[in-house]
């Protein structure tokens, strides 16, 4: 199988605080990882890619200051939300590519922001 | 950029009918994926097709890369309650991946 874990499930923050969200790669290694955000009912919108050893590329509109990713192993990639605000409460989901192309993803953060 | 459009946005089917899905595009794909995700869940890969024509299945899922290789469909059989969920096509081209809208699936009992 192919198995990647979130952590953590679900975050309550204070406007202003920062936070991580870890995704892992348990049984593969993974030199891409994405991560998503989606809103209640919609579709998933790709925030940025994830290179091992390297810098991400974000997509247009995504805000690099704002969402640090950092992807230091081949089974570990991070993602910090600084300076968290309302709007950025969400649903955080983290994916993983295999050598084969299929993108597995990870069970998804709940981000609340008070 | 690629764009997969998916279809119907939404169902809403009795328990026990068939159930048809399909994505397509105006670029062509290496790979078509299908996905299914439950409320508050990451999406879990249900079926990966890699050529062309290939007709794949997964239980009562069946799933084709159509022959032109810019669509794909996805068909559920004999739908029960725990089907519900939002699908989701990808397709996969040079290493770049584009998803569908979803299709959002409601069964009822």
């Known amino acids: 199988g192919a198995v990647v874990s979130q952590h953590p499930s679900r975050v309550i923050c204070k406007s202003g605080t920062s936070v991580k969200i870890e995704c892992r790669s348990l049984d593969f290694q993974a030199t891409t990882m994405f991560w998503y955000r989606q809103f209640p009912k919609q579709s998933l919108m790709l925030m940025a890619t994830?290179?091992?050893?390297?810098?991400?590329?974000?997509e247009q509109g995504v805000e690099k200051d704002k969402f640090l990713i950092n992807h230091a192993s081949l089974t570990l990639s991070t993602l910090t939300v600084t300076s968290a605000h309302p709007e950025d409460s969400s649903f955080y989901i983290c994916?993983?590519?295999?050598?084969?192309?299929?993108?597995?993803f990870g069970p998804g953060t709940r981000l609340t922001v008070t | 950029g690629q764009q997969l459009n998916q279809s119907p946005q939404s169902m809403f089917i009795q328990e026990g009918e068939d159930v048809s899905m399909n994505c397509t595009s105006s670029s062509i794909f290496n790979t078509w994926l299908w996905y299914k995700q439950e409320p508050g869940e990451g999406p879990v890969l249900l079926i990966a097709l890699y050529k062309a024509g290939e007709l794949t299945s997964n239980g009562r899922l069946t799933a084709q890369f159509g022959i032109t290789r810019k669509d794909s469909f996805l068909n559920i059989s004999a739908s029960i309650p725990s089907d519900v969920g939002i699908y989701f096509c990808a397709g996969l081209y040079a290493g770049k991946s584009t998803f569908g809208d979803g299709t959002t699936l409601t069964v009822k009992p």
């Open positions: 994916s993983a590519r295999k050598e084969t192309y299929e993108q597995y």
């Open positions: 994830s290179n091992e050893g390297s810098k991400a590329t974000y």
